[in-house]
């Protein structure tokens, strides 16, 4: 019997969700996980404290742990001033470490304590961006993360005068949002999901696609800063599922967990792009 070879170029196989985003908006990796950024290729990573001590608990990335404790052994330091200095040497480490991946930025994040201390906010940014520059990172590389406060947008926009770049985390406000782009500070993370969770507890119901209250508060401010040509970016953050990611697709960036992006992954149902400028 003769085969027959068909002269009909093979198709391409279908896109999965998180390729098909990538299309139309930035996908930031939010982990400390090195193997999970290397899996889903993102072009930038954001980090916690939280993520970075989750990390540490893996054996894989215990050493580096061991590594700052050994280095800065010597440092002259003592009691809560030693305590921080160890912290801020680590999360420096895992950030140079996932530069090394990632070809764009890396967000490192403040401490807590400083929400509503503007001097506290400038001079913890301005260290962790000098460590940063001790491994020969450019700061054009790092986005420090700071509370969005009144004090936390102040610091911002004073540091953003020096040349540091920052992301206004814990934002869950149009308010928020503006002022965040009238300080001209680089990215915004309004958190989806946080804001989901307290309209779910408050109306003791659910909320899914475009009626969701977290996936609505970015859409209204992505549109703003388009509508009035601001130019800090969108980043969506604090997703619970990826149905609020999708209903999102097309925001400047977004920042998505290993366990969604595996989600993403798996799935080559199409994406519709929900978000763009010429919509506002």
Known sequence: MRTVISDKPRTEA????????????????????????????????????????????????????????????????SGASQIEDIIDHLLVKFGCAILEIVPGRVSTETDARFSFDVEGSIKKARRLVKLYEEQGIGRERVLIKIASTWEGILAAEQLQKEGIKCNMTLLFSLAQAVRSAEAKVQLISPFVGRIYDWFKAANKRDYSGAEDPGVQSVQEMYMYYKKFGCETEVMGASFRNIGQILELAGCDLLTISPELMKQLSESHEPVERKLSPEKA
Request: aromatic share 10%; proline share 3%; net charge positive.
């Open 14 to 77: 279908k896109r999965n969700q998180l390729e098909q985003i990538k299309k139309f908006t930035t996908v930031v990796a939010d982990t400390g996980d090195f193997e999970t950024i290397r899996e889903f290729k993102p072009k930038d990573a954001t980090t916690n404290p939280s993520l970075i001590y989750a990390a540490t608990q893996k054996e894989n990335y215990y050493h580096f742990l061991e590594e700052v404790l050994v280095n800065r052994r010597n440092s002259g330091l």
